[in-house]
């Protein structure tokens, strides 16, 4: 059962390592124009497959805390895989207009709708896992830890992907040369900032880092006081 939540982490790895050798063709400029359209169905792919993951360990997190007996007698390894086969699936279904050649402005509305529709569970994920905290008997190291994940992956959805889909309904937005470029280079830098989720689902990472803070924090009062003294 422990083992539940990294499998959704590293099917996120996974899919951050197909949007990184896709970037890096697309550095490259191969000329053959059919190799550059497989990559870029295939960087999407992995793209969407990332929102799915981040989804999948939003709800992990919400649900360990609001409902910790329903889901410890729920948590499969066999029901993380199906999951894991839908969030590998779907993506296919939602690139079929991409590969049937819609129309473009048609292809960004679609996408827009596609990447809104998780944001309300992040928002719902982590104020949900808030207000459960007081009543639940998890740790309070583990509630850190929860907390952190579902705070790193709604900024990183809203910084990062929330301008993509401004630009996909918003037509005005569409015409705008700027904020298309810094739109399609916040959603590359994605897979950098899932980093952080790797780094935050660790146990004990959290707790290293604000102790860390405060010896920095201590270190530097000792610092202030001892040039006042002198």
């Known amino acids: 059962n422990d083992h539940v939540a990294p499998i959704y982490i590293i099917n996120l790895l996974i899919s951050d390592l197909i949007q990184f050798c896709c970037m890096i063709v697309e550095v490259t400029k191969p000329e053959n124009l059919t190799i550059r359209e497989i990559f870029i169905f295939l960087y999407y792919f992995g793209l969407m497959a ?30 993380s895989i199906v999951v894991c086969f839908v969030v590998w699936a779907l993506p296919l279904v939602f690139l079929l207009p991409l590969y049937f050649r819609v129309d473009f402005h048609i292809l960004t509305i679609i996408f827009a709708v596609v990447f809104l529709v998780p944001l309300p569970l992040f928002i719902f994920s982590l104020v949900g896992t808030l207000k459960a905290l007081s009543a639940s008997r998890v740790s309070s190291h583990e509630k850190r830890r929860i907390v952190a994940v579902l705070v ?14 401004i630009w996909g309904l918003e ?27 790797y780094i935050f689902i660790r146990k004990g990472a959290v707790d290293k880092m604000l102790s860390s803070l405060c010896c920095c924090k201590m270190e530097s009062n000792d610092i202030s006081r001892s040039t006042m003294t002198e």
Do not use: N, Q
Not at 60 to 79: D, G, M, N, Q
């Open 152 to 165: 790193v992956v709604l900024l990183t959805y809203i910084f990062l992907f929330l301008p993509s889909i």
């Open 50 to 79: 990332s929102v799915g993951f981040m989804a999948c360990v939003a709800l992990e997190r919400y649900l360990v805390i609001a409902w910790p007996l329903w889901y410890r007698f729920r948590r499969t390894i066999k029901i």
């Open 171 to 197: 037509k005005k937005a569409r015409y705008s040369f700027t904020f298309h470029y810094l739109t399609f280079t916040f959603i590359k830098l994605s897979p950098l900032a899932d980093l952080f989720l």
